[in-house]
């Protein structure tokens, strides 16, 4: 597929769906804020995790640490395989409904590691703030809402992240339903809708990103407070 480059004026709208797909979602996205996850307390989360989760999410934060700090030398690209590899192996995909009795939950680093679960959008935000905290920026990233295909099956609902080495480069996409990190233009089953990160949402034809401080709390904003509740 061609996934929008990191400053596109394109419409990008997934095969078989109009305008009114992307404004549905961006009534249920909320307007970005920035946040920079460059300074985290991960003490205070690895406490957290300990009393709310218990002994083992205590011990995947510690190895989320350890993983952090072992990767923070590394070239970009051996950063996105060490982020990918660890939450793709350490956690299971479910559904919110199963996870947290709700239809769509956005759940933090912190509780999707205590829940050892979750789903596309858990892991893509789980990956995109550790690949913030080893120094890669939001000009380098976007988490990416597609339509993902299976064989004769309906296309269903997907986020993965992308990694833009420069702003116009064809995007790496980190995946939890595959295990490798693969361009774009290698993965035809998925079809882009929009992407955003902390600073900006990219949709339609718009030239710029959507940012407003003032518009109603939605699942992005509530999930940053909680962030920052968690220590991140």
Request: aromatic content about 10%; charged content about 20%.
């Amino acid at each position: 597929m061609t996934l929008i480059p990191a400053h596109t004026t394109r419409t990008c709208r997934f095969r078989g769906q109009g305008t009114s797909a992307c404004l549905f979602f961006l009534l249920v996205l909320p307007f970005l804020i920035f946040q920079s996850f460059a300074s985290p307390d991960l003490d205070k989360t690895q406490a957290l995790a300990l009393e709310r989760y218990g002994t083992h999410a205590a011990e995947t934060v510690a190895a989320w640490r350890q993983m952090i700090e072992a990767s923070r030398a590394l070239p970009d690209l051996d950063k996105l395989t060490k982020v990918n590899t660890f939450f793709n192996r350490r956690h299971l995909f479910q559904d919110d409904i199963i996870v947290w009795q709700q239809n769509d939950y956005w759940a933090t680093p912190l509780e999707f590691i205590g829940r050892g679960a979750g789903d596309c959008e858990d892991f893509s935000i789980a990956k995109y703030v550790t690949l913030q905290m080893l120094g890669i920026g939001n000009d380098k990233l976007r988490m990416i809402y597609v339509r993902a295909q299976s064989g004769s099956l309906k296309p269903i609902a997907h986020m993965v992240l992308g990694y833009y080495e420069e702003p116009t480069a064809e995007p790496k996409l980190l995946d939890n339903l595959i295990s490798s990190i693969r361009p774009a233009s290698q993965r035809p089953d998925l079809t882009p809708v929009f992407s955003f990160n902390g600073e900006g949402l990219w949709v339609g034809g718009a030239t710029t990103s959507v940012a407003d401080p003032t518009a109603r709390l939605s699942r992005w904003r509530d999930v940053l407070e909680r962030m920052r509740q968690d220590g991140l």
